[in-house]
């Protein structure tokens, strides 16, 4: 079983959908939560983190962890063509970064 | 402008022949890293290094080596690469005081071995 485990989709919206992209983990040692986004041909940046449980709001995005059920979630509102993207979940692990597999995300005008 | 520089960008080479693919930071961050992004596997960490003179092993390390005599520069060397190393590779780096949660990513290395 893979630490990180995501949904690799691909997940296609029409503009204006509310987006949800998921990511499970088995380590309960993990303490810092991020969702970097990747643009074909790009390298990933980071999006949005999170340390604790509950909801972080950043505009139109929403980073949520639930650390009981060691299940994270970011919610895109008003989605948007150039959200047309890959999105990776990460974990921190002492300093080094656990990936998931990323969710391919196409929003369509 | 703060990014993360790789060279080359595209790699096309044969079994058994040895290259290097450079990293280089302009940021001073201690922390340098590299990760191979593969379809279905998402990115898996090679080699990192916490500082000059300082690697140590990610996840797939086997088949490659790394060297970090400068701050700034994180090179990754295939002595004799074999098609399983045909990849997308990325570079990154970060400081400890931004948290290593926020690693800067290269724009990526694009490497077919025939």
């Known amino acids: 079983q893979k630490e990180v485990e995501q949904d690799p989709g691909p997940l296609s919206v029409p503009e204006g959908a509310i987006v949800s992209l998921n990511c499970t983990y088995s380590n309960s040692a993990f303490q810092y939560f991020m969702w970097y986004r990747q643009y074909s041909r790009k390298g990933p940046e980071l999006l949005m983190y999170?340390?604790?449980?509950g909801n972080k709001e950043d505009g139109r995005f929403t980073a949520q962890v639930d650390k009981s059920s060691k299940y994270i979630s970011l919610f895109i509102r008003d989605s948007q063509p150039s959200d047309s993207a890959t999105y990776l979940c990460?974990?921190?692990?002492?300093?080094?970064?656990?990936f998931g597999q990323g969710t391919e995300l196409s929003v369509k005008p | 402008e703060a990014q993360v520089t790789q060279n080359p960008r595209y790699l096309i080479t044969v079994t058994g022949k040895k290259l290097t693919v450079t990293c280089s930071q302009n940021m001073n961050h201690e922390y340098m890293s590299w990760y191979r992004q593969d379809p279905g596997l998402g990115l898996r960490q090679i080699y990192y290094s916490m500082n000059v003179e300082v690697t140590d092993k990610g996840d797939v390390p086997e088949g490659y080596k790394v060297s970090r005599k400068e701050k700034r520069n994180f090179p990754l060397i295939l002595e004799s690469p074999s098609p399983n190393q045909t990849s997308l590779y990325f570079c990154?780096?970060?400081?400890?005081?931004?948290?290593?949660?926020?690693?800067?990513f290269g724009p990526g290395t694009r490497l077919t071995v025939l």
């Open positions: 999170t340390y604790s449980s």
């Open positions: 990460a974990m921190n692990q002492g300093g080094k970064l656990i």
């Open positions: 990154a780096s970060s400081s400890p005081g931004t948290g290593e949660n926020e690693q800067f």
